[in-house]
């Protein structure tokens, strides 16, 4: 499976930002997938994830409220909508895609990874 992130940017504390991932495999929707971020120093860190069918969703508790994350298996591709976005969010951010029945936070149970997009928050 290749993914492809879009959307990272520059912004300023307090605006928005959409990423999109999109999948090359025609089964994306067999995958759970996950949203994770690398700041310069610090280790990956997982953001937030979705069930294949995109009914069910977990977050980092610090984004939660502000990131929502959704799919849509007709495109192949998952998004991660970023709002009051915060200086502390600044990072390179991931998609990655599991093909485990159950729901991880560990990036070490995710078998395919996009390249990153930076996303960077000024304050």
């Known amino acids: 499976v290749q993914l492809v992130e879009s959307g990272g940017g520059l912004v300023q504390a307090g605006e928005s930002l959409r990423l999109s991932c999109a999948a090359s495999?025609?089964?994306?929707?067999?995958?759970?997938m996950g949203w994770f971020r690398q700041a310069p120093g610090k280790e990956r860190e997982f953001v937030g994830a979705?069930?294949?069918?995109?009914?069910?969703?977990y977050y980092l508790d610090s984004v939660k409220g502000r990131f929502t994350i959704s799919r849509d298996n007709a495109k192949n591709t998952v998004y991660l909508q970023m709002n009051s976005l915060k200086p502390e969010d600044t990072a390179v951010y991931y998609c990655?895609?599991?093909?485990?029945?159950?729901?991880?936070?560990?990036?070490?149970?995710?078998?395919?990874w996009g390249q990153g997009t930076q996303v960077t928050v000024s304050s």
């Open positions: 495999e025609r089964t994306f929707s067999n995958y759970r």
């Open positions: 979705i069930s294949s069918s995109g009914k069910t969703t």
């Open positions: 990655a895609a599991s093909n485990r029945y159950y729901h991880t936070r560990d990036p070490t149970y995710y078998d395919y």
